[in-house]
């Protein structure tokens, strides 16, 4: 397996994200290759990608940014193929991120997670996260 930076938008992750997206979630279609370029070039995130046997079998966004207070980190959209989860596909997309948000001095890295992704957020514990108490808040602005 080998995890790398995606740096471009190119025919073969487009088409990964209109495979994978549906696996993470119901409710958001797959990113359009304009989001997917936006995103590749974004200065505060990072896209991860994996491949195993030359075909993309997982993705996940680090997103990092500037507070007054520290460098945050975030690992948002994680997301592995069903055919390939328990590959270790997760952990490398993971331990891959909290390497770069270190070396870009982040003291911490934030995710969540459903309940209900009880393989994920079982990796996740394994891997070292600890979780949280904290209240989760969020504003709907397509509602307002």
């Known amino acids: 397996m080998h995890v790398f930076e995606a ?6 992750l487009v088409a990964a994200f209109a495979h994978l ?3 993470l979630s119901s409710s958001n279609p797959p990113p359009t290759r304009e989001e997917l370029a936006d995103l590749v070039e974004s200065k505060a995130s990072t896209l991860l990608v994996a491949e ?4 993309i079998v997982g993705t996940l966004t680090l997103v990092m940014f500037r507070i007054p207070t520290a460098v ?11 055919d390939a989860r328990g590959l270790g596909v997760g952990q490398a997309l993971n ?9 870009a001095g982040a003291k911490t ?9 009880e393989a994920a957020n079982r990796l996740y ?9 904290t209240n989760v ?5 397509t509602s307002s």
Do not use: K, N
């Not at 959209?77 to 069903?82: A, Q």
């Open 7 to 12: 740096t471009e938008a190119s025919d073969a």
């Open 21 to 23: 997206i549906p696996q």
């Open 52 to 55: 195993h046997e030359g075909q």
């Open 72 to 82: 945050r980190a975030w690992i948002e959209d994680v997301v592995v193929d069903g």
């Open 95 to 103: 331990e891959t991120a909290l390497d770069m948000a270190r070396s």
């Open 109 to 117: 890295v934030d995710l969540t997670s459903r309940p209900s992704r």
């Open 125 to 133: 514990q394994r891997i070292g996260f600890e979780q949280r108490s």
């Open 137 to 141: 808040y969020r504003f709907d602005l």
